[in-house]
C-alpha cells in the first residue's frame, strides 16, 4: 500500500512539474513576443526621426558620373550664326 502510494505521489508530482514547465515557456513566449513588438516600435520611431534629419539621397549627375578634363556641348545655341569673334561678326555683316 505505501508502494502505491509514492507511485501516485511521483506520477503527480510529475505531471505538476510538467505543467508548471509548460505553463513557464509559455508565459516566456508571450514576454519574449511582447518584447520584439516593443522593439520593433522602437526601432520605427527612430527611423521616423531619423528621416527628418537627413537629406534625400540624390543620383550623381551626368557630370559626376563621367569625370574627364573634356567637356562637349551639344546642341544649338541664340546666337545669330556668324560667330562671336570680332573679326568674325565685322566681316560677315
Not at 511521483?10 to 513576443?33: D, H, M, N, P, W
Not at 511582447?34 to 520605427?44: D, M, N
Not at 559626376?64 to 561678326?89: D, I, K, T
Request: aromatic share 10%; charged share 15%; net charge negative.
Amino acid at each position: 500500500m505505501s508502494l502505491s502510494l509514492v507511485v501516485s505521489g511521483a506520477i503527480g508530482l510529475y505531471f505538476s512539474y510538467e505543467e508548471t514547465r509548460s505553463s513557464l515557456v509559455s508565459l516566456q513566449r508571450e514576454k519574449a513576443l511582447t518584447a520584439s513588438v516593443r522593439i520593433e516600435q522602437f526601432l520605427r520611431d527612430i527611423e521616423n526621426q531619423l528621416g527628418w534629419t537627413t537629406l534625400p539621397l540624390v543620383s550623381a549627375s551626368p557630370a559626376h558620373a563621367y569625370p574627364s578634363s573634356h567637356v562637349e556641348f551639344e546642341g544649338h545655341g541664340w546666337g545669330h550664326g556668324r560667330g562671336l569673334g570680332q573679326y568674325g561678326a565685322l566681316w560677315n555683316r
